[in-house]
């Protein structure tokens, strides 16, 4: 789109976006008149004009806001030396030819607003937390959903080439939507999930990470932040640091604190996701273990008085936040005896 009123067809005119380009810099450059002023309030009566205004002037905000990327400062110093350099005053007289000089500037300046808008538009960050005994489920810009099981906490960014999820602690049940051009990653702690769109589980707890599958298939990579995380997977047995382990469903990874890893390939899916039907299903699992489970959905807290019973073992289905039940079943299993040690804290103690 040109401006109109040009007698010479011959005389190529700056178009709408160009003059705009060409006003905030030159705006920039100090060499603006008490004409250039009264020219300029004239154009914006133009709705088009006002808007390509608008544009540009964001664009070049931007570019100051991130002006610290070695790209963006040499391209804003050309752009604003083009304009010293080629005198833009000649592009508010409707009948000048507009000089290569001036549309160098202009296109410089342009790339850098094209730059700056791949680079850093478009980028959403989120946090979400629940509470102890509360279960949430949200829905992202792209459509992928994620449940959060109680006392759970994630941060999400999402930004035009990726979608990176924090799981900082807790644990979550992620439905994402897909898109092969944005990888879903989930990162816990110095470990990355990578998907396009799937279902899966992923609990972090005391730097303890088990990702379960529900559908489709994930890369998980081990000791990799997500910024790190390579393409490509493998199939390994037993994973070891910086190594990348692919889940299809039906399959489970635990990876310990201590990087020891466990690969099942015909886990009980039902059973890690049995949180969202109120459930808690336990399986031959560590007391220790057993007991953090438990603390997230009641503020009746159990605490292990002695370190030895961490390690007994417990089976058994429970309701989610019936910390009563829980405790009774010890009594009657294991040798633990239970005491009340305030109004919101239960002791298991060695039974003698």
Known sequence: MTFIGNS???????????????????RQTGEWTADDQREFDARLADPAVAKAFASASSAWRAVGEHATAPELMVLREQALAG????????????????????????????????????LFDDVTEASFATE???????????????????GTTLRVRLARDSRIVELVQGQAQFMVAHDPRRPFRVQAGEHTITAVGTSFNVEYLDQRMEVAMVEGKVAVSIGAPADEAVGSVSRVAVAGKGTVTDLVAGEALRVDADGRTRLDRKADIDA??????????????????AVRRLNRYSRLQVRIGDASLAALHVSGVFESGDTLAFVEALQSYLPVVVYRDGPDLLSLSPRQ
């Open 8 to 26: 010479d067809p011959s005389e190529a005119l700056p178009t709408i976006d160009e003059w705009a380009a060409a006003t905030v810099l030159r």
């Open 132 to 150: 102890i005994g509360e279960q949430r489920i949200v829905e992202l810009e792209d459509h992928s959903r994620i449940a959060l099981d109680a």
């Open 272 to 289: 890690v996701i049995a949180w969202r039907q109120g459930k808690i299903i336990l399986k031959d699992t560590p007391l220790g273990e």
């Open 83 to 118: 304009v010293r350099r080629t005198n833009l005053q000649r592009w508010f007289m409707p009948r000048r030819v507009l000089q290569w000089g001036a549309a160098a500037a202009v296109v410089a300046f342009l790339a850098v607003g094209l730059m700056v808008g791949t």
